[in-house]
């Protein structure tokens, strides 16, 4: 589960940084 939040934080943070 620890590698389940961590690739769902990675992936969502991921646009949001390419982004901004």
Known sequence: ???SL???LY???S???QSG
Do not use: A
């Open 1 to 3: 589960m620890s590698f």
């Open 6 to 8: 961590m690739e769902t």
């Open 11 to 13: 992936f969502v943070n």
């Open 15 to 17: 646009p949001i940084k």
